[in-house]
DNA sequence: ACTAGCACCTGATCGC
DNA sequence: TGCGATCAGGTGCTAG
């Protein structure tokens, strides 16, 4: 579900709704809610008062008033959600953190998130370690971003969607990215220019900002915002589930196409399939 | 060392 | 109505 506007949406929320709060209580409701370790470390946190939240891609984490920090991610269907204490269970609650008046509540339907207790090195959770820096992180740098999409041999939707060579960008943005660069979903890394690269980290980094200025994308009630809301980037989509719906730019049928397990969706015509010789 | 393929889940929807 | 196939915003493991 939540790609870098989702999550940062959610982030925002989370920061200002729970910082400087103390966790009362916590309760873990599903076995696969919390990182591989144990329901032990979680409940240790009780007492920890918050201090920050942060993000590098789609991974959230809160800074405590101590060494550790509880580590979350959302899976394609996690929420973090404000809500009463007395208000009822959701149907997916699978982690609930008490914070006097308020829960901070832990949603998934799918239970593919998670939430964690882990340590810091360099000032990141472990489990983040490995994941590239987002367009939008202070320490992001083009070069070495380029540089590693340019070892990767393989087709450019695939490593666009590699969180170790630029992190945040999921399926929607991925297809929509490439669309208004023009580029074929299939195009192998290979065969792509620096200065192409360049313009696709542009025009994902642009695609990320207009959604989260709207609060996200939300197709249904699986992505809400920390209050419940949902996103409304939706209604901009020019690609991503339009498939059979005319292209904004020239009119063309949008096609659907399936690899790497996922569905991309392109313009046949601004996104012409690459050449077998590869020129484009 | 790297890539491709698949597993991990629940639920909605579509065609028969 | 029912049932199977397919689809859904992500990541990590592992076989090659």
Redesign the pocket.
């Known amino acids: ?3 870098l506007p ?1 999550v940062e949406t959610v982030r925002r929320g989370l920061a200002e709704n729970i910082v400087g709060k103390k966790f009362k209580e916590i309760e873990v409701l599903h076995p ?1 809610a919390t990182s591989p370790k144990s329901i032990a470390a979680l409940t240790s946190l009780r007492g920890a008062r918050v201090k920050g939240v942060k993000r590098r ?3 959230l984490w809160f800074e405590l008033d101590r060494p550790e920090v509880l580590v979350g ?1 959302l ?2 269907s996690g929420q973090f959600l404000i809500q009463p204490k007395s208000a009822q269970d959701e ?2 609650l699978r982690a609930r953190f008490n914070l006097g008046r308020h829960d901070l509540r832990f949603i998934d ?4 998130g998670w939430v964690g207790v882990e340590e810091k090195i360099n000032n990141r959770p472990t ?1 983040v370690q ?1 994941i590239a820096a987002d367009p939008f992180d202070p320490e992001f740098n083009l070069d070495e971003t380029i540089s590693r999409f340019q ?5 450019i939707k ?1 490593a666009l ?1 590699d ?1 170790g060579v630029m992190s945040g960008v ?3 943005y991925a297809d929509e990215a490439l669309w208004r660069s023009k580029i074929h979903p299939e195009t192998r890394t290979e065969k792509m220019s620096k200065a192409r690269f360049s313009q696709l980290i542009s025009s994902a980094t642009e695609v990320m900002a207009e959604a989260l200025e709207v609060g ?5 009630d ?2 809400i915002n920390v209050n419940g809301e949902s ?1 409304y980037f939706e209604r901009s989509l020019a690609v991503y589930g339009q498939e059979g719906e005319g292209c904004p730019r020239c009119g063309r049928e949008i096609r ?1 196409i ?6 991309s969706h392109f313009c046949p015509k601004c996104q012409p399939t690459p050449r077998a010789d590869g020129n484009r």
């Open positions: 579900m939540p790609e989702e696969r891609g789609k991974f991610h899976g394609m149907r997916h339907q799918r239970t593919f489990c490995h070892r990767k041999k393989t087709e695939r969607l969180q999921g399926n929607i996200g994308t939300s197709f249904d699986l992505y996103g659907r399936t690899f790497a397990n996922r569905s």
